[in-house]
């Protein structure tokens, strides 16, 4: 990979209960990865496989047990890590972040991050504005409204401004859309697609919904007990679905779909991933079938 | 003579308490509802958070009470406080979170414990709690407590629990929401089989359509009121519409649907992955 902005050596993590020899619990063991800086990967498994505990290795908010974690040229947990410096650029969206809202004013709750970073009085503004544009809530009509007036699906996308602010270069979600309806979801990741185009900002995202992770990830990582089961394109992954079911994972639907047809005898590429993809396919095929018959019931006469 | 409705909800209208004493008028959350639920059905409400479906659901197993209207379930109406052990005994109730309601140290123990409380003699007690588990297949994990039990486990306990008590109807509330997609697939199926193999009268509440492909009928709820109603064929008949209402398509079923404007003979039938795909095929 030419430009990793995280690598993992070796990473091990174990839990351990102070003073308690047999209850600790190897939370991951040996994962070795790398992100590309500017793509969104997404980190799949079942509870308990890791992930979480994974990307909290991401912003320091755990230190590896054994192995290396380094993030955008910061090694986590060596001596003299400045971990503000490494929370702002690697910024993380916990679950049902709306919990963490708390100001009076959508403006004073997205600043919280960039006041606490010491910047000018303009800075601090200017980014607030600029985050709240990008999440979809413009500052205009939003910045001064009170967020718990909001609709779910807009609290989060104000917590989700909170993180921008921060102008991070790793935006880290952590099960970003669970609790939303399809509209509200829909919204998330039209925003989340052009904040990667337009900041360029790495994203990582953690995820049960398959369909989400097809939306979004263009690489994944399968965590099983927490160890790094699988990794590849999203499409390669997702064309495994016997794989995916021993670690209790399964395809989004559509693939499930693709892959009874082509157990069916279908001639289905690997490449076909989308809707369209598969209703054009599937059209061209009824096209050539049916000429197919045509000339066997010609020749049969 | 026509069968007497296990649950009837006639005209119900409920608006949640205000808590902060706000002067604003609080929307209601259910406006003018009537719903019947035959013994047997298995019925799954449909719906984006804040629907109503909760809400209703509530008022089937005498939660909640409505402000207006009448819920009467097996014949009894739930106004009536003294109605409210035996409409609760009818109907039970799982959540999303099966933590909440599980109790005990052991799995048999927290299977048993509704009927503990309910002080039946020690042989009822075994022979139900035996029955519950087997029924709900955790029969091998009986000895377990319940903390090494995974998820999709946890929630057969849950539904073992309310099992126990022989209710004629159980309400899953989001009862997948916190799963994995696998085990979300095996809490369906048991679903469905306690609805075959005991005539439980199954009320699933979910969001997620590919959930709601397999019910006798889907109830779709908006804004406190049902908007939709009928066999998932004609429900899924209107795409276009259960859009609107913030629902979100499963891919497979937008593909049949395009298919079959297509010309392709694929059946109003074929909801399931695997249905789909074999019309595809054939």
């Known amino acids: 990979m030419k430009d990793a902005i995280i690598v993992t050596r070796d990473l091990t993590y174990i839990y351990q209960a102070k003073n308690a020899g047999p209850l600790q619990k190897t939370a991951l063991s040996d994962v070795s990865l790398e992100i590309e800086r500017g793509s969104c990967v997404a980190i799949i498994g079942v509870t308990g496989s890791g992930k979480s505990t994974l990307v909290q290795h991401f912003n320091g908010l755990l230190r590896p047990t054994s192995g290396s974690v380094v993030v955008d040229g910061i090694e986590v947990g060596s001596k003299g890590v400045d971990n503000a410096a490494l929370r702002q650029r690697a910024g993380m969206l916990f679950q049902f972040p709306e919990a963490q809202l708390f100001e009076r004013t959508v403006y004073a709750d997205v600043a919280f991050g960039p006041r606490r970073m010491k910047l000018r009085r303009k800075e601090i503004r200017a980014r607030v504005l600029r985050a709240l544009d990008l999440v979809g809530l413009p500052h205009g009509e939003f910045a001064m409204r009170n967020p718990f007036e909001l609709s779910g699906g807009q609290k989060r996308r104000v917590a989700l401004a909170g993180v921008l602010a921060m102008s991070p270069s790793i935006l880290i979600l952590d099960e970003p859309t669970v609790g939303l309806d399809a509209g509200g979801r829909e919204e998330f990741y039209a925003y989340l697609k052009r904040i990667k185009e337009q900041q360029g900002v790495t994203i990582v995202l953690v995820s049960h919904d398959m369909a989400e992770v097809a939306a979004l990830a263009d690489w994944l990582f399968v965590l099983n007990e927490g160890r790094l089961a699988l990794q590849g394109e999203t499409r390669t992954v997702f064309n495994q679905d016997g794989a995916l079911r021993t670690w209790g994972l399964a395809a989004p639907p559509l693939n499930e779909l693709l892959a009874i047809l082509r157990k069916g005898g279908m001639a289905i590429p690997d490449e076909i991933n989308t809707l369209e993809e598969a209703f054009d396919l599937l059209q061209d095929l009824r096209q050539i079938s049916e000429k197919g018959q045509g000339t066997c019931s010609r020749t049969s006469l | ?282």
């Open chain 2, 1 to 282: 003579m026509e069968q007497i409705a296990l649950i009837d909800l006639q005209h119900i209208i409920y608006s949640y308490p205000d808590q902060q004493g706000e002067s604003e008028p609080i929307a209601l959350a259910l406006n003018d509802v009537s719903l019947q639920v035959q013994q047997g059905e298995y019925l799954v409400l449909l719906g984006h958070n804040g629907s109503g479906k909760s809400t209703l659901a509530r008022h089937c197993n005498a939660l909640l009470i409505p402000t207006g209207g009448h819920a009467l379930i097996a014949g009894r109406d739930s106004a009536e406080r003294s109605n409210w052990r035996t409409i609760r005994d009818t109907v039970g109730m799982i959540f999303q979170n099966p933590d909440n309601q599980i109790i005990a140290t052991v799995v048999e123990d927290d299977v048993a414990w509704a009927l503990t409380v309910r002080g039946l003699p020690v042989r009822v007690i075994e022979e139900r709690v035996a029955w519950a588990m087997q029924a709900v297949g955790i029969m091998h994990l009986r000895g377990l407590p319940p903390n090494k039990l995974s998820g999709g486990q946890r929630q057969r306990l849950a539904i073992a629990g309310v099992l126990a008590l022989r209710p004629q109807c159980i309400i899953a509330d989001e009862a997948t929401a916190q799963l994995d997609p696998l085990s979300r697939q095996d809490i369906v199926e048991l679903l469905h089989q306690l609805n075959r193999d005991y005539g439980l009268t199954i009320i699933q509440l979910t969001h997620l359509l590919e959930e709601a492909a397999l019910a006798q009928r889907i109830v779709v709820m908006e804004q406190g009121k049902i908007v939709m109603e009928g066999p998932p064929p004609q429900v899924f008949s209107d795409l276009e519409r259960l859009r609107a209402l913030r629902l979100a398509i499963p891919e497979p079923i937008e593909l049949a649907a395009r298919l079959r404007n297509a010309g392709f003979r694929i059946s109003t039938g074929a909801l399931t992955v695997e249905t789909i795909a074999q019309e595809i095929l054939h």
